[in-house]
Antibody, heavy 118, light 108 residues
């Protein structure tokens, strides 16, 4: 069974750094792109970017380029989303998801809620 | 960037009703469009991809159609488990793919 399991909720202060994770299982992790999607409170979905675990090739949406960093650790089948200096506007639910066909997502993690507040 | 709009933003319907949701792209996206269902507190679920292809395991009461800039998701006979928010997503403009703002389907 394909599963993406994300790390738990985080509460951080503005200016702090954060790295959340997404562990894949039940399939060949290195063969499928992993994407990240943001959902701000009460709002819709935003496509952040995507990373290929096979060679760490990463493509960011222009809206998120320079704001976050995506990475993977192939040895533990885990993808990461990282911030170096959080802002209150980063408060959101973040989902990882596996790429399907064109650039759709067929399997999703359960989401990681990030709250940034002073 | 491509802008995606959906209409209506919300719809109230009864079990058994036929429900149609429209998604419009600001420029042509050929057939690179998907539909997702999201229930409160849950991750989205892929329903339809490439405009009209039903994802494995999705009930056949869901169908999609359209091309270029205008697309529709139809639920032929609404079931209790279908009350949710539905999003379209274009997959034409790498790497800046855009979701629509969502359509909430609730109980009349």
């Amino acid at each position: 069974e394909v599963q993406l399991v994300q790390s738990g909720a985080e509460v951080k202060k503005p200016g702090e750094s954060l790295k959340i994770s997404c562990k894949g299982s039940g399939y060949s992790f290195i063969d499928y792109w992993i994407g990240w999607v943001r959902q701000m409170p009460g709002k819709g979905l935003e496509w952040m970017g995507i990373i290929y675990p096979g060679d760490s090739d990463t493509k960011y949406s222009p809206s998120f380029q320079g704001q976050v960093t995506m990475s993977v650790d192939r040895s533990i089948s885990t993808a990461y989303l990282q911030w170096y200096s959080l802002e209150a506007s980063d408060t959101a639910m973040y989902y990882c998801a596996r790429r399907f066909r064109r650039y759709y997502f067929d399997y999703w993690g359960q989401g990681t809620l990030v709250t940034v507040s002073s | 960037d491509i802008q995606m709009t959906q209409s209506p933003s919300s719809v109230s319907a009864s079990v058994g009703d036929r429900v149609t949701i429209t998604c419009r792209a600001s420029q042509g996206i050929t057939a690179w469009l998907a539909w997702y269902q999201q229930k409160p507190g849950k991750a989205p679920k892929l329903l339809i991809y490439d405009t009209s292809n039903l994802q494995s395991g999705v009930p056949s009461r869901f169908s999609g159609s359209g091309s270029a800039t205008d697309f529709t998701l139809t639920i032929s006979s609404l079931q209790p488990e279908d009350f949710a928010t539905y999003y379209c997503q274009e997959a034409n403009t790498f790497p800046s793919f855009t979701f629509g703002p969502g359509t909430k389907v609730d109980i009349k």
